[in-house]
């Protein structure tokens, strides 16, 4: 799963409506996530928050600056916003609360 931070400093993470983490946060929206460098074993963070589901369609603006972020320019712009209807996918966006530790493992 990649991570992302949006515009407003809130944590986004793309996922489906169908998944697991969805229906958790939709339940309790308390959250930690571990985050970690592209090295296995580098160094990495545990972000707290309060997290929410944004839905389509109000999420498509959202997904489509996670995509932009992480990846660049898409190279089909319409082809990415009909597989994220295809696939029903939605953003978790989390205000962070806390986070640590901040130094390696």
Known sequence: MTVGVDGEGLVV??????AAKTKNVRREPNVSVCVMSDQFYGE??????????QSLPEAMDGLVDYYRSISG????W??????MERD???LLRIR????????SG
Not at 44 to 53: C, I, L
């Open 88 to 90: 029903r996918r939605c």
């Open 44 to 53: 990495w963070v545990q972000v707290d928050g309060v997290a929410e589901v």
């Open 13 to 18: 993470i793309s996922t489906r409506e169908t």
């Open 73 to 76: 320019e898409h190279p089909d």
């Open 96 to 103: 962070v609360t806390g986070a640590g530790p901040d130094v």
């Open 78 to 83: 319409s082809d990415y916003r009909a597989a």
